[in-house]
Every structure is written in structure tokens, then in C-alpha cells.
């Protein structure tokens, strides 16, 4: 997006002209991306209350933008980017250490877990703004999003081209089309039955009481389907290998709770007395939940990606406590 994209309009509002480039890209990202800066909680009140316009009209954080929409966008007062605090050292070398995968498109994470996909909601630094800091002026944007808690595979494109590629990949994957395969770990409280149990519910997200994300199985929710297999039995709970064929918000942890095997480890979706054993008895302090593998082709299925992460060390732990 450049200058020229964009026109003042009265009362120091602009107009920004949704370049092809960007078509099919959410309301959401694609002003983060024009507001560098604007942590994301101010976009989203913008959006709310009705400051942000598409072609005239109110729109919600999720639309996606066609080539050629008009979006209003208010003045924001921004930080510049040199007056912004650069991440801590340490919490930087972490990161450069969990790099599993770069080339010339692509940079891959192996997230730990307790760091935010982006900065918001009282998060200073996110995955995201700290790779931007290890890798300055190379343009890194999020493909997509792993839960805080989540561990796992995290991809960032360099290239606005490839970034379009992936996001398409993302919503065939998200209409259950198969654009990506997203292979999870997770210990699951209690006994699975052996094989393969699926799970096709649909999950609607509603808000708690100051603003809280929760999901849960509802008729008038969005499509979803898990598959969770059976790996092995660990203390008497279940060590599963999870295939999502869509990609919604909290989707593994809301269908597990459905069936009745939560994850362990869960604080919101969990038992909280098991996760308390699991505490004491295997050390278990976090979200027993890891985004193992990612595969997909580029360049129109020329060329294939397996991304993998292996699981984290604190998990492998658990996993030797429980034997």
C-alpha cells in the first residue's frame, strides 16, 4: 500500500482503495497492515463503532475486502516505529532459537507456549512484532494464528505474493477443502475409545463478561470437523494425534470438551481438579496442546511444504511422568 493508495477525505479521515493484491484479505488484517503500529484492540473499537467504513457502510472485523472496495479509515495517532521499545534481549533470542524452518518466503516458528500469536489486550510484544524486530525491514506478515497457550508450528510469509497463496490455502482449509493439514498432539483427560473418533460440530464464538473469547458446540455455529486418534495411553488419560479439517477459533479444545475428554491442562475449556493432579503428580503447568505439522504446496501445488515442530520438552516430561 502506498501513498498514492490512499486520499485524505474532511475531518483528516482517509480513503484507502483495497489494492488486488489484497483481495479476500479480512477488514481486520488488512488495517493492522495499514496501521502499523495500532494495537489491535484500537482497530477492532474503530471497526465497532462504526469509524471504519467499506464503500459507504458499517462492516464487521471479518469481511473479506474485494479489489476495489473504498475503506474509510479515521485518524490514528501511531507511535513511529523508532519511538516504540524494542522487545527484551532475552525474550528475542528465544524466539531466534525457535526458528525451525526460513528460506526465501517462508520463516517457521516453533512457538512456545505462553507467547501471543500478536501483541494486544495488554501483550506488548507478540511473535510477530518480535520476529519483525530480529528481521527488520524484511515485511513479515502472520499467515495465521496459534492460541496463546498453544505451542507449535507458526508460519510468517516475507512476501506479499506468498501471503495471498497461503491465505486462499487458509480458506479453502477453513471451508474444509484441504488446503492445509494441520496434524496437533494433545493428552486428552480420560479414556478414548480406540481408533479414530471424528467429531463434525459446529462452533459458535460468544463473548464473556469482559470480552473473553468462548466456544462452544451450537447448531448456529460454523462448521467444524476434528479427527482424534489414539496414540497411546498415559496415566490413564489419552495421547491423541488431532487432525483438524477446519480452522476454528478453539475448535480441538471445544470439540474435546464436547465429547467429554477435555484437554489437559485447559483453564477454560478443562476440568480444574484434574488439571490440578496433573500439576502435582507430572509437572503439567500449561496447555497440553502442540501444533506438530503443517503441509501444503505452493505455486499452485508445485511446490510441497511439511513444516514440522517438535514437541516441547516441559510435554515430553509429562508424558515420562505419566508412564
Same mark, same amino acid.
Given at each position: @500500500? #502506498? ?11 482517509? =480513503?484507502?482503495? +483495497?489494492?488486488?493484491?489484497? %483481495?479476500?484479505?479480512?477488514? *481486520? ?8 503500529? $495500532? ?31 473504498? =475503506?474509510?479509515?479515521? /485518524? +490514528?495517532?501511531?507511535? /513511529? ?33 505462553? =507467547? ?12 510477530? %512484532?518480535?520476529?519483525? &524486530? ?14 496463546? *497457550?498453544?505451542?507449535?508450528?507458526? +508460519? ?9 497463496? @497461503?491465505?486462499?490455502? @487458509? ?5 474444509? $477443502? ?17 481408533? #479414530?473418533?471424528? +467429531?463434525? $460440530? ?9 470480552? %473473553? ?10 462448521? &467444524? ?36 475428554? #477435555?484437554? $489437559? ?6 476440568? /480444574? ?23 501444503? &504446496?505452493? !505455486? ?16 515430553? !516430561? ?6
Amino acid at each position: @500500500m #502506498t501513498h498514492s493508495d490512499s486520499q485524505q477525505s474532511h475531518a483528516g479521515a482517509r =480513503v484507502a482503495v +483495497v489494492p488486488e493484491d489484497r %483481495e479476500g484479505q479480512r477488514l *481486520d488484517n488488512f488495517l493492522l497492515g495499514l496501521l502499523k503500529g $495500532a494495537p489491535r484492540s484500537l482497530v477492532y473499537k474503530l471497526v465497532r463503532s462504526g469509524q471504519v467504513r467499506v464503500n459507504g457502510g458499517r462492516a464487521k472485523a471479518d469481511r473479506k475486502l474485494e479489489s476495489g472496495d473504498k =475503506v474509510r479509515i479515521p /485518524p +490514528v495517532r501511531v507511535e /513511529p516505529e523508532g519511538e516504540r521499545p524494542a522487545p527484551p534481549r532475552g525474550f528475542m533470542d528465544a524466539l531466534e532459537a525457535a526458528i525451525v524452518h526460513e528460506d526465501a518466503r517462508l520463516l517457521v516458528l516453533n512457538k512456545p507456549s505462553g =507467547v501471543a500469536s500478536h501483541g494486544g489486550s495488554g501483550i506488548s510484544f507478540g511473535a510477530i %512484532e518480535t520476529l519483525r &524486530a530480529l528481521r527488520p525491514g524484511q515485511g513479515l506478515e502472520l499467515v495465521h494464528r496459534l492460541d496463546r *497457550d498453544t505451542s507449535g508450528v507458526l +508460519v510468517v510469509s516475507k512476501k506479499r505474493s506468498t501471503l495471498t497463496e @497461503m491465505q486462499a490455502l @487458509m480458506r479453502e482449509s477453513t471451508s474444509g $477443502a484441504g488446503g492445509m493439514r494441520k496434524r496437533y498432539l494433545a493428552l486428552l483427560i480420560g479414556r478414548m475409545p480406540d481408533g #479414530t473418533m471424528s +467429531v463434525d $460440530a459446529p462452533l459458535h464464538v460468544g463473548l464473556r463478561q469482559g470480552g %473473553e473469547r468462548h466456544v462452544q458446540v451450537n447448531p448456529s455455529g460454523k462448521s &467444524a470437523l476434528s479427527h482424534f486418534k489414539v496414540l497411546e495411553r498415559r496415566g490413564g488419560h489419552s495421547y491423541c494425534e488431532v487432525r483438524i479439517e477446519t480452522g476454528r477459533t478453539h475448535q480441538i479444545r471445544a470439540h474435546a470438551q464436547h465429547i467429554g475428554h #477435555t484437554v $489437559a491442562g485447559d483453564d477454560k475449556y478443562g476440568d /480444574p481438579e484434574v488439571n490440578r493432579r496433573l500439576r502435582d503428580q507430572a509437572g503439567l503447568k500449561r496447555l497440553f496442546l502442540h501444533a506438530a505439522t503443517l503441509e501444503f &504446496a505452493l !505455486d499452485g501445488g508445485k511446490t510441497p511444504y511439511s513444516l514440522t515442530a517438535p514437541l516441547a520438552p516441559e510435554l515430553l !516430561d509429562v508424558l515420562d511422568r505419566l508412564k
